[in-house]
């Protein structure tokens, strides 16, 4: 069974930093493109960014809104992924979900429960 | 960056009738890379269509997906209770991939 858990969300200052985690399992993550998707309350959903596999060059592409801010990084011995977002503002509250089409491609196959991450004073 | 238009915003419909949602991108999108997903409320975002046309894995097959280019439809020919939902359109055939604003079906 494919899994997917994010952690890490949480309270935020505006201009703070936080690093979310998304441990996957149940596939073959190190070949496997990975994203980042959010989705403000009561909003629609935002790509924030994806990172492709290592035979891929591991290249990432980020959304306008977040590039310069925040990075994706993969540690494939764990199967993690990971999103650090710095430079926090309150347009980044959101839920943050970790998806993957679990292949060489850029649709959402599966999507984690995500996290809650709050940027306010 | 491809911007995602979705018509209409809202659809009211009733069990058994056919729905028809459009996407329509500011530029042709690279090989049909265009999905469709769908959400509940409450619940996280499912794959319906990916490749424009392809249906992902459990689907039922009332869900179709054409369309190529700038414009892109999905369909869903006999609305099921479990159906009403928001739907999202979303292109990855870019560097920076992009969602639709989504359309919601209501029931009538």
């Known amino acids: 069974e494919v899994q997917l858990v994010e952690s890490g969300g949480g309270l935020v200052k505006p201009g703070g930093s936080l690093r979310l985690s998304c441990a996957a399992s149940?596939?073959?993550?190190?070949?496997?493109?990975m994203s980042w998707v959010r989705q403000a309350p009561g909003k629609g959903l935002e790509w924030v960014g994806c990172?492709?596999?290592?035979?891929?060059?591991?290249?990432?592409e980020y959304a306008a809104p977040v590039k310069g801010r925040f990075t994706i990084s993969r540690d494939d011995s764990k199967t993690t992924l990971y999103l650090q977002m710095n430079s926090l503002n309150t347009e980044d509250t959101a839920v943050y979900y970790c998806?993957?089409?679990?292949?060489?491609?850029?649709?959402?196959?599966?999507w984690g429960q995500g996290t809650l991450v709050t940027v306010s004073s | 960056e491809i911007v995602l238009t979705q018509s209409p915003g809202t659809l009211s419909l009733s069990p058994g009738e056919r729905a028809t949602l459009s996407c329509r991108a500011s530029q042709s999108v690279s090989s049909s890379y265009l999905a469709w997903y769908q959400q509940k409320p409450g619940q996280v975002p499912r794959l319906l269509i990916y490749g424009a046309f392809s249906r992902a894995t459990g689907i039922p097959d009332r869900f179709s997906g054409s369309g190529s280019g700038t414009d892109f439809t999905l369909t869903i020919s006999r609305l099921e209770p479990e159906d009403f939902a928001v739907y999202y359109c979303h292109q990855y055939g870019s560097s920076s991939w992009t969602f639709g604003q989504g359309t919601k079906v209501e029931i009538k």
């Open positions: 990172i492709k596999t290592k035979t891929d060059d591991g290249t990432t």
């Open positions: 998806t993957t089409s679990r292949v060489h491609a850029g649709y959402f196959q599966n």
């Open positions: 149940g596939f073959t993550f190190s070949n496997a493109w």
